[in-house]
């Protein structure tokens, strides 16, 4: 359910999940920017998998309510005395959406990805769905050459490329991707980019004949074919050298197991939302290796970089556009019938 609501002359409206199922359009104060922040307009603002789940009350993270939001494409308007001079009102920027403790275990082995207190946008803090933020400087990644449509994209793609650095997706192997949602659709890219010949599965024809514009080599539909027997003909009776999961269902956890080669890499970054029950000596008899992997840990730079090469097919993967207006009953839609959306986008300038 999607509610709107007026704004007045200090306030800006923003997209607000205020509990499992129900969404409203609320006013909210306009930021205040601190000396090392920056002031952003925000033009673009993907819808994720975990906006999906938060809203279908399956995200153990999410917090009610919150402003959603943490894909973005926004342009600089201003910034406070403590910001480098780089930083001009006019550049169009993405933002880092993670905040990390400092603390923890994680953070102190450089890996701040998987902080223990991570607070992302949009699920643990105020999320980035409203015409204005106000973030650290040192949160922005910018570029010349990218539209803030494409500026959008960068952090879900960056999840799937820390997968394929997690996976040590190297030239010549053979790397199955199951799942070809946006996520995984950088799981594919960046294992193609990586030299991996990558093998798409999903159960929608149409996502994955966009995971072939974006590099696949081969794609499995399990609706039509048996998954085994087909990975088996495709890797010559090895099964795949990398097995990266990025659907989050207990069967496919299971697959990802019984299909790796032996002596494989498994990889996991979607979250189950059941236990998932193993037949441990098959991991054991082929000295797997069982990955998690976490949001992303310095891969915007590589994924802007990847963009701007214009290799990834942008138009594809957005399976619609809304307004801010519309976007609640956008993701009422997407939780109703997720089949056919790769990456609902919310336009803020409309």
């Given at each position: 359910?999607?509610?709107?609501?007026?704004?007045?002359?200090?306030?800006?409206?923003?997209?607000?999940?205020?509990?499992?199922?129900?969404?409203?359009?609320?006013?909210?104060?306009?930021?205040?920017?601190?000396?090392?922040?920056?002031?952003?307009?925000?033009?673009?603002?993907?819808?994720?998998?975990?906006?999906?789940?938060?809203f279908r009350g399956?995200?153990?993270?999410?917090?009610?309510?919150?402003?959603?939001?943490?894909?973005?494409?926004?342009?600089?308007?201003?910034?406070?005395?403590?910001?480098?001079?780089?930083?001009?009102?006019?550049?169009?920027?993405?933002?880092?959406?993670?905040?990390?403790?400092?603390?923890?275990?994680?953070?102190?082995?450089?890996?701040?990805?998987?902080?223990?207190?991570?607070?992302t946008m949009g699920v643990r803090r105020p999320g980035a769905m409203t015409r204005y933020i106000a973030v650290p400087w040192e949160k922005l990644h910018t570029s010349d050459a990218l539209s803030v449509r494409e500026l959008a994209l960068v952090e879900p793609l960056t999840v799937g490329f820390h997968a394929a650095a997690r996976g040590r997706v190297d030239a010549g192997e053979k790397v199955a991707v199951i799942g070809c949602g946006i996520v995984g659709m950088g799981a594919i890219a960046s294992s193609v980019n990586r030299g991996g010949e990558v093998i798409a599965i999903d159960i929608d024809d149409a996502k994955m004949e966009i995971a072939r514009k974006a590099g696949a080599a081969h794609t499995i539909n399990t609706t039509k074919v048996d998954l085994h027997e087909a990975l088996m003909q495709?890797?010559?009776?090895?099964?795949?050298?990398?097995?990266?999961?990025?659907?989050?269902?207990?069967?496919?956890?299971?697959?990802?197991?019984?299909?790796?080669?032996?002596?494989?890499?498994?990889?996991?970054i979607g979250y189950a939302k059941q236990p998932v029950a193993y037949q441990t000596g098959t991991f054991v008899r082929k000295e797997v290796?069982?990955?998690?992997?976490?949001?992303?840990?310095?891969?915007?730079?590589?994924?802007?970089?990847?963009?701007?090469?214009?290799?990834?097919?942008?138009?594809?993967?957005?399976?619609?556009?809304?307004?801010?207006?519309?976007?609640?009953?956008?993701?009422?839609?997407?939780?109703?019938?997720?089949?056919?959306?790769t990456k609902i986008m919310v336009d803020l300038d409309d």
């Amino acid at each position: 359910m999607c509610v709107n609501r007026t704004k007045s002359m200090n306030k800006i409206r923003a997209l607000v999940l205020v509990e499992p199922g129900k969404t409203e359009v609320r006013a909210i104060d306009m930021p205040q920017p601190g000396d090392g922040d920056v002031l952003l307009q925000v033009s673009r603002v993907g819808f994720c998998g975990g906006d999906l789940n938060g809203f279908r009350g399956l995200f153990e993270l999410q917090e009610y309510p919150n402003v959603l939001g943490h894909e973005v494409g926004a342009t600089i308007v201003d910034a406070g005395p403590n910001v480098p001079v780089s930083f001009r009102p006019g550049m169009r920027v993405t933002v880092n959406p993670y905040l990390n403790c400092g603390r923890c275990i994680s953070c102190r082995k450089g890996r701040p990805n998987a902080c223990q207190d991570n607070k992302t946008m949009g699920v643990r803090r105020p999320g980035a769905m409203t015409r204005y933020i106000a973030v650290p400087w040192e949160k922005l990644h910018t570029s010349d050459a990218l539209s803030v449509r494409e500026l959008a994209l960068v952090e879900p793609l960056t999840v799937g490329f820390h997968a394929a650095a997690r996976g040590r997706v190297d030239a010549g192997e053979k790397v199955a991707v199951i799942g070809c949602g946006i996520v995984g659709m950088g799981a594919i890219a960046s294992s193609v980019n990586r030299g991996g010949e990558v093998i798409a599965i999903d159960i929608d024809d149409a996502k994955m004949e966009i995971a072939r514009k974006a590099g696949a080599a081969h794609t499995i539909n399990t609706t039509k074919v048996d998954l085994h027997e087909a990975l088996m003909q495709i890797t010559d009776g090895d099964g795949p050298d990398v097995v990266i999961e990025a659907v989050g269902h207990a069967a496919t956890y299971r697959a990802a197991v019984d299909e790796v080669a032996y002596t494989g890499r498994v990889v996991y970054i979607g979250y189950a939302k059941q236990p998932v029950a193993y037949q441990t000596g098959t991991f054991v008899r082929k000295e797997v290796e069982i990955l998690g992997s976490r949001n992303c840990l310095g891969d915007f730079p590589d994924v802007i970089s990847y963009l701007e090469s214009g290799r990834f097919p942008v138009d594809a993967v957005i399976s619609r556009t809304v307004s801010l207006d519309e976007a609640g009953a956008a993701l009422a839609d997407w939780s109703a019938n997720p089949g056919p959306i790769t990456k609902i986008m919310v336009d803020l300038d409309d």
